[in-house]
């Protein structure tokens, strides 16, 4: 037996007021978690106080983020199935109440959102009876059978037991059996899982095409032993565990500008299609994974990757707001990759490869935020991205990307002129054809950028380009025949 999907008519066929639970049923969000988020974004040395707060009850804990956080109720997506439940019954006069543990604050600016609540049930946070005392105040409000509720949870059992009928929005199987087993006349207004490829997006692991940089040192190096393949391949996953949990957590303290951008507001959180706790979890469970297959490389490598994740949590939180520290430790990242290959495999340190590595990277990271800015001439600030550029301030990166990107053609002419090149090349003089193949691909991306043809990511634009591609393999093939 399954559950009956909801229909409209259920909706308009008596004048019995409809009840309507807040967190994730209305909005596809929870406003407490997304409050809290923003509290971490906005005072990350002050995040010890949530704890603080915690221990006195969840209701101090609710008030206090109140008093201090807008979480921006008014871009927070809604479930549009509840929604036009909510308006099918304004339409036939029914009136339509809300139901939440937040604070009332925040509810009452969701219901000028909405327009035609007829009030607000506050919710006790603190006790683990909530769910009962919401039956009792609906009870007392509208009498048994008094009322339609629509719910999403556990603790909306209570709720049901005393509506007419039970309104139910699905997360998960385990959830749609015990609304089947306790209520089987229960309807489903909708049923929203997220699947494997809304999660896959929220880790973003089209990126960890990145993290291939730490075969570069292998390659550089002519290494192809099994040893130093399988140190690599170890690394690579490290790399793709840390990068996808950082940007799980830069998508959740993100949440307020990436929806009031024109792209980044279709991402998973952002969208709501994705709940906060699940990404919580996400995040703790790869960053613990790369931290539990480092323990199976050298030392040097945990170090490089520690010092890699503090710097994404720091770029997070508040150095991406930095003009100019924000692009040096976006180009320090992608070095620290390149590192990374070298100390898993216990390579010998090649200074060449690390100084064209963060002249290059930094010249990619400037190219970055040029294609941001393009995006944006409309603008005078790119507050939605939560950067401190303005689009004047090109005139000021491109001649800074230009350098930084030149600067990496210079090492390598350098590098084709010092006695370690004789080493690796028996034709070293042939190298030299890579010179002008780098200071093509460079120019040709400062321009694409210059002129608002690029993705905001250099790194990924890349491997979608053909003349990327073509000048990738222009330079294998010189390296090949150098050999």
């Not at 084709?416 to 090149?421: D, H, I, K, W, Y």
């Amino acid at each position: 037996m399954t559950l009956q999907a909801f229909s409209f008519p259920d909706a308009i066929d008596v004048d019995l007021p409809l009840v309507v639970s807040v967190d994730d049923t209305l909005v596809a969000s929870n406003l407490n978690h997304e409050a809290a988020l923003q509290f971490i974004a906005r005072y990350p040395f002050r995040t010890y106080r949530l704890a603080l707060w915690l221990v006195t009850g969840r209701g101090s804990l609710t008030t206090r983020l109140a008093d201090r956080i807008d979480p921006g109720i008014e871009t927070i997506p809604l479930r549009a199935e509840v929604l036009t439940v909510v308006r099918a019954a304004q339409a036939s006069g029914r009136p339509v109440y809300l139901a939440s543990a937040a604070d009332r604050h925040y509810i009452e600016q969701l219901a000028q959102r909405i327009g035609g609540i007829a009030g607000i049930f506050d919710i006790e946070a603190d006790t683990s009876s909530s769910g009962e005392g919401k039956e009792a105040q609906l009870v007392m409000a509208f009498g048994i059978k008094g009322y339609d509720y629509i719910g999403d949870r556990l603790v909306d059992f209570a709720a049901w037991r005393s509506a007419r009928k039970k309104l139910v929005v699905i997360h998960s199987s385990y959830f749609a059996e015990k609304v089947r087993q306790a209520f089987p006349d229960a309807l489903v207004v909708t049923c929203r899982r997220a699947g494997w490829r809304e999660y896959s997006g929220a880790l973003r692991t089209y990126q960890w095409a990145k993290n291939t940089l730490v075969f570069l040192p292998m390659i550089a190096g002519h290494r192809f032993d099994l040893a130093t393949i399988a140190s690599t391949l170890l690394a690579f996953v490290c790399f793709c565990l840390a990068a996808s949990s950082a940007y799980v957590i830069n998508d959740l303290l993100d949440l307020p500008e990436d929806r009031n951008h024109p792209m980044k507001s279709s991402r998973p959180f952002a969208a709501g299609r994705i709940p906060i706790r699940d990404g919580i979890v996400l995040a703790a469970v790869f960053m613990a994974g790369a931290g539990l297959v480092a323990g199976l490389l050298p030392w040097r490598f945990a170090g490089v990757l520690s010092i890699y994740i503090v710097c994404t949590l720091a770029y997070s939180l508040f150095l991406k707001r930095k003009t100019l520290v924000d692009v040096i430790i976006l180009g320090g990242l992608y070095t620290l990759r390149v590192y990374g290959g070298l100390t898993a495999a216990e390579s010998p340190q090649s200074q060449w490869l690390l100084m064209f590595s963060l002249f290059l990277f930094l010249s990619l990271a400037i190219v970055k935020r040029c294609a941001e800015l393009s995006a944006n001439q409309l603008s005078v600030t790119i507050k939605s991205t939560g950067r401190a550029y303005r689009v004047e301030d090109m005139n000021v990166l491109l001649p800074l990307g230009t350098a930084a990107g030149y600067g990496a053609v210079l090492v390598v002419a350098l590098y084709l002129s010092s006695p370690e090149v004789t080493v690796l090349y028996a034709h070293p003089e042939r190298l030299w054809l890579v010179c002008p193949m780098l200071l093509y691909w460079i120019s040709r991306m400062l321009i694409l950028a210059n002129r608002g043809e690029m993705d905001d990511d250099p790194i990924m634009f890349s491997v979608r380009d053909r003349i990327s591609w073509l000048t990738g393999a222009g330079v294998a093939g010189v390296v090949a025949i150098s050999i």
